[in-house]
């Protein structure tokens, strides 16, 4: 059975730093995709950031240069750096991995809120 356990979020001023966590169990993150979304209130889940299977990152323009995507293979985990927090970072983030197997398989974490204010 895969799992996959956020950690880390809270609250925190503007321009602060949180690292969330992505801990899987029951899956290999060093093999598969990976990637980490957020939703805000009233607002569609958007793509923060994403590690292909190859080690390709790629970054939401809103977030570039201020979050940072790594994998723990050691831990299969995977983290989000995320510095320089604004206001507008404040979502519920979420951790994603993708595996094909016989078919595409699609795994979401239960979320974890990220705060930012004054």
């Known amino acids: 059975q895969v799992q996959l356990v956020e950690s880390g979020g809270g609250l925190v001023q503007p321009g602060g730093s949180l690292r969330l966590s992505c801990a899987a169990s029951?899956?290999?993150?060093?093999?598969?995709?990976m990637a980490w979304f957020r939703q805000a209130p009233g607002k569609q889940r958007e793509l923060v950031a994403s590690?292909?299977?190859?080690?390709?990152?790629n970054y939401d323009d809103s977030v570039k240069g201020r979050f940072t995507t790594s994998r723990d293979n050691a831990k299969n985990t995977v983290a989000l750096q995320m510095n320089s927090l604004k206001p507008e970072d404040t979502a519920v983030y979420f951790c994603r991995a993708t595996q094909m197997t016989t078919k595409l398989n699609i795994y979401w974490g239960q979320g974890t809120q990220v705060t930012v204010s004054s």
């Open positions: 029951g899956i290999i993150v060093r093999n598969i995709p």
């Open positions: 590690i292909s299977s190859g080690g390709i990152i």
